[in-house]
């Protein structure tokens, strides 16, 4: 029996090892031909306007924010959970930190680690309608995202608020090492860490799982609920630390910051999930929004400072295509094109039913 | 005679499903379709409803026009109505809209629907089928055999007075089984007023309570057809299964196995849930034990029940620790790993690989400062591939790219790795081929010699009189019969027991109301 097995096992060794030297695929690396297309379009077209080392710092810097709340949608859409209340938990956060440095003598560092609490907390109030009273992740959130906003109307009275800051505060959301801006370091050791949990640790193998399968996940022995609830509470901790990180680059609360955030976040990570490893991942989604981000830039650039509907244009034909990609490649949950559709717009409510008839 | 088929044969590739079938039904009778699993029955629903396209030379005539097989459209269009397992409702709409739906409501002004006037046609069609419920309530809300009588009210909805074919599909497998004589009921009063009615049914109490003429299908052929009056039970069950009874030796349900000192693995008490209403059961170390039953029997909720999918009531007890109901990952920490039956839906990650689909139950032996070693992870998986002899490109390819045999294979892996004490098998080699069929025959037995008691639930004879040391036959939510290992337990011999087992509906109305089951 060994002498018969041992090739086929042979093969497969070899065949995982090839696997590596692996030219880079037209697909899996789509978003980098893309980023790279931009930069020779708009070079060719601005060479001294796009090409110029602002123009990379511009990009870098308005980005991290955006690139974090990014981050913040994958963690929960991995394990097949929409997190639709980003946007606003952003926005939350923002106009909470102005409030308490307002109304209060509390130090920033204090502010901004009570403010992430709360916002975890807020997570955790999802996971529970999610889990435990069995609404649809794409209702609850969108729900809470709502609650949110009135909250925030409440706190503001629709008015901008400014707070007051230390220079270090500052400091910490403006200032650069080597070029690169503070923020982007910020945002890639959120990207480490993450990177580090899902794809390195049982935890984030178990979250895949749910993701793919949830019934199969629950038999296997995994905590589906736990991992779904959890994943609600990482997200909303993550999404309040980019409203941190805003406060710390703009300053004060406009009741216009929030869902302009949330949808090119979601765009990065649905046409992220269909690079590399074809599944939502960390390092897919920031190359996906960093190539949409230069897009955006060029065509601004082009048009002049009178293109201000390029970028919505822009985000929303990416989501699209992004999401017919990932579709067709089963990249979104568990199945084919149908299926993930379907996963988009599900009510998990009818699917229990239908699942108890069985 | 109203419906007549002649010379139906049908092929996938070089496997004949059907050979020159020929079949008759009249108005006013009810004629049963009877045959094992594979024996050509619901490949002959699916060509009278146009779904396969027969091969050349079939004929069908209903009332003396022909029509055209293997088309949905001619089959609706000439007469015939069908009810199908899992009569496609929609449970939130109300029962009205369901049996609408597809059909023209009437209108009013601007098209407006008049809803009293549908509710009364609708009201008239339930009454037909002898049910009487509020038109206005939600499918979701009705007993399952109401659900069936409104899939037989929408199925006689669109025709008015006329007279139909209505061909039932199984309608009693899903039912509990107090509510089989009602439906029973319903289509005894479709017959009085004149439609006719093919019923296909595994229950053969059940056939021989309602049928007037039977047709028995047994490896694509006509293994006859008769009157009812023609045979009795075990006449019925020689036909289906095709050879003379050999007596068996019958071990009576209660008797155990003696002389073994060992504590079992699994003991299982008075378990309730799903289809089962009462089980007692125990596996002993190195024990394979065999589960047998037709649809509807229980033996489809037995694996749930044990390995968490569906709460239980009653005592599981594996490996000496009680197991609380619907918790699976404690189930796994108690000693029981179990392979699903529907391997799509409960088994496979569609999105991982076939490594991470194999570890994903136990990642704790694979982990180093916090991470899962790859490397570790990968050489485990190979070793693996290779004492399953599992076909794949490698630990890292996509699990869809594997065969079905293998994806089963994967998921044995997944349990044996846990190293479990017990392993429970719902339908282990199902839909998968010869090959690997026999690789997990032979891997079930090496794990048996290891000491790993076994629990085999399976609608494959073959593999139970082959693997089991003792297969239980089950019946109505109950075990019905003990099978010992011998010589003359066949294949057939199993076959038969299911048959014979399944309780006939008079009896089953006594036995599941003084059970007070849900």
């Given amino acids: ?358 | 005679m109203t419906l007549r088929i002649t010379r139906l044969t049908k092929s996938f590739g070089a496997q004949i499903a059907l050979q020159g079938v020929d079949l008759a039904v009249a108005y006013g009778e009810v004629h049963a379709l009877v045959g094992q699993n594979g024996s050509g029955k619901s490949t002959l629903i699916k060509v009278l409803s146009g779904y396969h396209q027969p091969d050349p030379g079939a004929e069908a005539e209903l009332a003396g026009r022909p029509f055209q097989l293997g088309s949905a459209h001619a089959a609706t269009a000439a007469g015939l109505r069908f009810v199908h397992q899992d009569l496609a409702l929609v449970l939130q709409l109300s029962i009205l809209d369901n049996v609408m739906l597809g059909r023209t409501y009437p209108l009013g002004l601007g098209g407006r629907i008049r809803s009293r006037v549908a509710a009364e046609r609708v009201r008239g069609y339930l009454h037909q089928v002898g049910v009487d419920a509020d038109v206005r309530l939600p499918v979701a809300s009705l007993s399952p055999a109401e659900r069936s009588a409104v899939a037989i009210a929408r199925a006689l909805s669109d025709t008015g007075a006329e007279r139909l074919l209505l061909v039932l599909d199984e309608p009693t497998a899903a039912l509990p089984s107090d509510d089989v004589s009602r439906l029973l009921d319903a289509v005894r009063r479709l017959r009085e007023e004149g439609h006719g009615i093919l019923l296909v049914s595994h229950h053969l109490g059940e056939v021989l309570d309602i049928a007037d003429h039977i047709t028995v299908l047994r490896d694509g052929r006509v293994a006859a057809s008769v009157r009812r009056s023609e045979v009795n039970q075990r006449g019925l069950t020689e036909l289906i299964v095709g050879h003379s009874l050999v007596p068996a030796e019958v071990v009576s349900h209660g008797q155990r196995l003696a002389g073994l000192a060992q504590e079992p693995v699994l003991r299982i008490r008075n378990l309730r849930g799903g289809r089962m209403t009462c089980l007692d059961l125990d596996v002993l170390p190195g024990e394979i034990v065999g589960v047998a039953g037709i649809t509807g029997s229980g033996r489809e909720s037995l694996a749930s029940l044990i390995t968490g999918g569906l709460p239980h009531q009653g005592q599981v007890e594996v490996a000496g620790t009680m197991l609380r109901p619907g918790q699976p990952h404690r189930v796994l920490a108690a000693g029981a790993a179990g392979v699903p039956g529907e391997r799509a839906r409960l088994g496979v990650f569609p999105n991982l690989s076939v490594r991470t689909n194999m570890t994903i139950s136990l990642l704790d032996r694979h982990r180093r400062l916090g991470r899962i070693d790859r490397r570790g992870e990968r050489g485990e998986i190979l070793d693996w591939i290779e004492r399953l002899g599992i076909v794949t490109q490698g630990p890292d390819a996509p699990i869809q790219s594997l065969s079905g045999g293998n994806q089963q294979k994967v998921l044995v892996a997944r349990a044996l790795r846990t190293r479990p004490k017990l392993l429970v098998l719902d339908d282990p080699t199902q839909g998968i081929d010869i090959g690997a069929r026999a690789q997990i025959h032979e891997v079930v037995q090496r794990c048996a010699a290891d000491g790993i008691g076994i629990l085999l639930i399976s609608t494959d004879s073959d593999e139970l009189a082959g693997l089991a040391d003792r297969i239980l036959i089950l019946a109505g939510g109950r075990c019905a019969r003990v099978l010992r290992r011998g010589p003359a337990v066949t294949a057939k011999l199993i076959d038969v027991s299911q048959l014979e087992a399944s309780p006939e509906p008079a009896l089953a109305g006594l036995s599941a109301s003084s059970e007070g089951e849900p």
């Fill in chain 1, 1 to 358: 029996m060994n002498a018969m097995t041992a090739t086929p096992v042979e093969q497969a060794r070899t065949a995982a090892r090839s696997r590596y030297f692996r030219l880079p695929g037209l697909r899996r690396f789509s978003a980098v031909y893309l980023w790279a297309a931009f930069l020779i379009l708009f070079g060719w077209l601005q060479f001294h306007l796009f090409f110029t080392v602002s123009t990379f710092q511009v990009v870098f810097s308005q980005s991290a924010v955006t690139a974090v709340l990014a981050l913040a949608f994958l963690v929960p859409l991995t394990a097949d959970t929409y997190d639709l209340s980003i946007g606003e938990m952003m926005s939350l956060t923002i106009v909470v930190i102005n409030w308490l440095t307002l109304h209060t003598r509390l130090p920033i560092g204090v502010v901004a680690l009570l403010t992430v609490l709360m916002c975890a907390v807020i997570g955790a109030i999802s996971g529970f309608v999610v889990v435990k009273l069995r609404v649809n992740s794409l209702i609850a959130t969108l729900g809470m995202s709502e609650v949110l906003s009135s909250v925030q109307l409440y706190i503001s009275q629709d008015h901008q608020v400014a707070g007051s800051f230390s220079n270090l505060f500052v400091d910490v959301g403006n200032d650069k090492v080597l070029g690169i801006p503070y923020l982007d370091l910020y945002m890639i050791a959120i990207a480490l860490v993450l990177w580090f949990v899902l794809e390195q640790t049982p935890l984030g193998r178990r979250m895949f799982a749910v993701g793919g399968n949830r019934d199969a996940a629950r038999l296997a022995g995994i905590s589906a609920d736990r991992i779904i609830w959890g994943s609600l509470i990482a997200s909303a901790a993550i999404a309040s630390l980019a409203g941190v990180m805003y406060t710390a680059q703009v300053g004060a609360y406009t009741s216009d910051i929030g869902q302009g955030y949330l949808f090119p976040a979601l765009a990065a990570v649905f046409f992220g999930a269909s690079q590399l490893s074809q599944r939502p991942n960390v390092w897919g989604t920031l190359i996906a929004y960093f190539a949409l981000a230069f897009g955006i830039q060029g065509l601004t650039l082009q048009f002049g400072a009178g293109a201000f509907w390029v970028s919505p244009l822009f985000q929303g034909v990416a989501l699209i295509g992004a999401v017919a990609i990932a579709s067709s490649r089963g990249a979104l949950g568990g199945g084919g094109d149908s299926r993930a559709f379907r996963r988009l717009f599900r009510l998990r409510v009818a699917a229990s039913k239908a699942s108890d008839q069985r």
